[in-house]
């Protein structure tokens, strides 16, 4: 359940280990000897800072999905920090407790939308997330220009963190995730968090995580009222098109601020 690395970041399928899953210029008229004066031009507003967390699904790496950075070409990201961490290793039930890098527990593949779920190792997961957030945010960027992504179990892992980080965020996206926990975490939801809006992708011939399990997700945190824009990929399995990040780059894109 990883996500595409190096140059197969399009639609490659996933392995998992046993179950491989312009200036403007002024002119002034004068009296004085010469009729124009040029007022210099204002300097460029400077790039917002921004900081983007992009977390990994089950058996995979942080260093692997680096090249993902490749998709945003825009100047407005020149001032972006990024970062892929990697998921302790721990035993995985689904793969019959063989240890490898994962964020939780998953005790069934292909996930559905009703499949048992790891609550504890999830909101212990969250809180590394959350204290990558508060780092980053400690050293003076906008909370609103946080943006956490993930695919599969990462997808998974940055729905929780952001439903339950306790200030708006520039926005969460998931990738062929699917909901860690069940409906009682609603309660838990703080009224910041509701204001940050979330991307949820998902392949329709996924056999990992079912279609159903991502088509699940939307319902589910709109009733703590919290924003989720869903888009399905005909013909994509458990993997990430280059389609799909094209789309969140220009998603990201649209909700940077102009400065932080």
Known sequence: MSSSSTASLVAKPIVLFTVTISITIFFVLSSQPYPYLIKPAPAPAPMARSFILWLHGLGDSGPAN???KTFFTSPHFKNTTWAFPSAPSNPVTCNY???MPSWFDIHE??????SPKDESGVLKAVQHVHAMIDKEIASGINPDNVFICGFSQGGALTLASVLLYPKTLGGGAVFSGWVPFNSSILDQIKPPAKKTPILWSHGMDDRTVLFEAG???PPFVEQAGVSCE???????GHSISGEELRSLELWIKSRLQSSS
């Open 66 to 68: 680096e090249p993902i």
């Open 97 to 99: 407790g063989a240890v």
């Open 109 to 114: 593949i292909p996930v559905t939308a009703d």
């Open 215 to 217: 088509q699940a997700g």
């Open 230 to 236: 869903f888009k399905a990929y005909p013909g994509l």
